[in-house]
């Protein structure tokens, strides 16, 4: 377990990285002290690290000097979007052992910077437009995008961003590790999250065992996943059904020759045939 100063650098760390600024009042909030204490805890870090932060008066906050290097965080994007969107912490709340030993899998990092970070940040935040380059596997070129974002996404192998696209005039899915350079902050935008229809709308997604699967696999299949009358369904966001299916190991064109590989089916496929990406 880390100890109590450790886990507040950690943090402190974490905001200055990938948000650009650490202001007391933010602190305070999460460690539960008041403004004052929590400036006591900055100098503090200050202290021990002279040339990490620059505190800037007229803002009233700390932000990250070009000779800062983080020393109690990965660098990974991924710990900060945990933190942000589930508050993941990296450490146990208290001393005892895990009960069972285990272990967990992990995606290889995804080269994201603290440069295009912060200004996606400030765009949710502030619903603002922005200007940044973006490739593709169809499109490797650098190519200039305005989107206006509203949530960041963890499909369970990556990260993306949730945007609405000038060039598109659509809601668009934009993976974190394809964009290129430091975007450039606009103006406000009026496209939210309250526009994106396939954001809003939810869609029940039906499955079944394969129904060439012998009865008795089928059953297997049926215990596996707490099936009610043969039939699992999941709710999920118009936008996600997709990620969905490929997380299930679901093609919803094609079925494999072996029922033992392919294992469910869509029941409802007419109902989700819009959202497909190839529909």
Known sequence: MKDQDERRHWLLELLAWWEGSVHPSRLAEHWQMSRQHASKQLKRYNQLHPEALQYLPTEKTYHPTDAFKPVFISGDVVEYLNWATQHILPWSTDDAAPELPYETLSHPPRQVTPQLMRPLIRAIREQRRLDVDYVSLSNPDHEGRILVPHHFVNNGQRW??????EKSQDYRDFVLSRFRGEPELLNPSEQGAAQDHAWNTLVPVILQPDPRLTPAQREVIEQDYSMQNGQLQITTRACHVNYLLKGLQIHPR???????????????KSDIQPWLFDA
């Open 160 to 165: 993306h961003l949730r945007a609405w696209c």
């Open 254 to 268: 094609m079925l494999e020759g072996e029922p033992e590989a392919q294992q469910l089916i869509i029941v409802n």
